[in-house]
């Protein structure tokens, strides 16, 4: 049990830390007032959005619907 918390925190903390590790300020001074360009001009960086999550979650519910469904066949070739 103990192992599970452990492993479902490291993955929740790997999923939260995307987001402050890899977003990056629009501007230098922190005003928020740039355009997100890496250069004046340049084109808006791509925004990171929740849509992450979305694919996080189905693919822990992918990996769900196969190891329960490889080990109901484990079962069902063990009788």
Do not use: C
């Not at 918390?5 to 490291?10: R, T």
């Not at 830390?17 to 501007?27: G, K, V, W």
């Not at 360009?37 to 694919?55: Q, R, S, T, Y």
Request: charge should be negative.
């Amino acid at each position: 049990m103990r192992k599970l918390f452990l492993n479902l925190y490291v993955f929740i903390f790997l999923i939260a830390s995307d987001y402050t590790l890899f977003a990056q300020p629009s501007d230098q001074d922190g005003t928020g007032d740039g355009d997100g360009g890496v250069e004046d001009g340049g084109d808006p960086v791509a925004p990171i959005n929740g849509k992450i999550i979305v694919l996080a979650i189905v693919a822990i519910s992918f990996a769900y619907y196969y190891f329960s469904k490889r080990r109901e066949e484990k079962q069902l070739t063990s009788n």
